[in-house]
């Protein structure tokens, strides 16, 4: 060990002993003395003890491999996300073991709580009893909602599976089942059939504050629900802006009503929320368009207000400017929109649009909208009266794609 530019004199017995997980290295050298300016890692590896940057000595190995398992998602075999950390950790924390993950250095850890439980791991299920079988109990079904940090502002609910009783046939009201949220911001009760939707609500501060989901049931019904609750730092990129019950990103996709279906879906009543289009970066504007509707004769996608069981024309505006064409008790409000397909264009737009054709003018003419209000938002609101005047109205679905900041609206 002791080279040429190792030189050393006599007189001391060094013995070093490296203790290692898979074996133990010893050396032993009699009478060194290191050179000045020379380190321990000279007198081990010799003088290219540190190779070149991007180069490795094949004759070397890593003595382990660090496998990252702890905060990332994973997705069981049933379809639900869960949380990929060590198996000993999962059954500590009461989870349902899912397979492997992380190349099998973790464990697919998925938490369920239900009636009278409480949820204190990020990304628990909200689910019926006898799940996955359908419920028809009766009572409050209800769990607590726990920070699992104080830094959270945000809950994202996912309805992945959603089908309680839906809303009275005369004036939409939920009054047989109901989705309630306590102790954030208020949102809207809903029924029926939501099954893909989502909800944003606030956390409040500190860590104290306590959110419960309750699922109200009553009557006769074959019930499902599997409900992730999603909990956002304050800081988060998936935060929400203020105030949106509903928020998406991307270029282009789709919005809808809760409890939206073309068949045999009901306009819920008593509805105030506002739904949010993240603005991406370059994209100026955005257009609306109704849904396709393969079911009906006569598309029933956007339909507010009126006899929908009749051919019913579009209505826009409402505030102190009452005509018969305004919407006054439901509407969806989108920020001076106009009609882009119509020729010649409309120098004045409009906000407010009801009735069941989907146009930003008075007419029976279904035409794509563009707004170039930002952000994008929509505000949907309906009161708590139907019959007569409003009669088998289904809610909206609307497909929406941003405009590059290009296209000049």
Known sequence: ????????????????????????????????????????????????????????DPR????????????????????????????????????????????GYGLCCVFLQTCGGVIRENSTYFVNPNH??????????????????PDVCQLRLDLDMFSIAPPEALNHVCNQDQLLVSGGTPIPTICGASAGDHMYIDAGLGQSNAIVLSVITSGTFSRIWRIRVTQIHCGSLSRADQGCLQYYTGISGRVRSFNFNTVTGRQLSNQDYSICIRAERNFCSIQYNACPDTENNRSRSFTISGNSNNPTGSMVGGGTQVTQNTCINDWLLIGCMRSVDR?????????????????????????????????????????????????????????????PCTNGF
Not at 68 to 94: D, H, M, Y
Not at 132 to 149: M, N, R
Not at 382 to 392: H, L
Request: proline share 6%; glycine share 10%.
């Open 1 to 56: 060990m002791c080279q040429q530019q190792h030189k050393l004199s006599c007189g001391l017995n060094i013995r070093i002993v490296f203790k290692f997980v898979l074996f133990t290295f010893t050396i032993s050298q009699n009478s060194c003395k290191v050179q000045e300016g020379s380190s321990w890692k000279d007198i081990i590896f010799g003088s290219k003890w540190m190779p070149s940057v991007g180069a490795r």
């Open 60 to 103: 070397f190995l890593p003595i382990f491999s660090v496998v990252p398992v702890g905060t990332g998602t994973c997705t069981a075999s049933s379809g639900e996300q869960g949380n990929c950390i060590p198996q000993k950790e999962c059954l500590l924390r009461a989870g349902i073991p899912a397979g492997p993950c992380a190349g």
């Open 132 to 149: 996955p079988d359908v419920y028809d109990g009766t009572g409050s079904c209800q769990v607590t909602v726990q920070k699992i940090h």
């Open 343 to 403: 020729i010649p264009p409309l120098a004045a737009c409009e906000d407010r649009v009801c009735g069941g054709t989907f146009s930003a003018e008075v007419g029976t003419i279904q035409r794509t909208v563009q707004s170039s209000v930002r952000p994008f938002r929509l505000y949907f609101h309906t009161d708590g009266v139907e019959a007569p005047t409003d009669i088998d109205n289904r809610g909206f679905c609307l497909d929406f794609v941003q405009q």
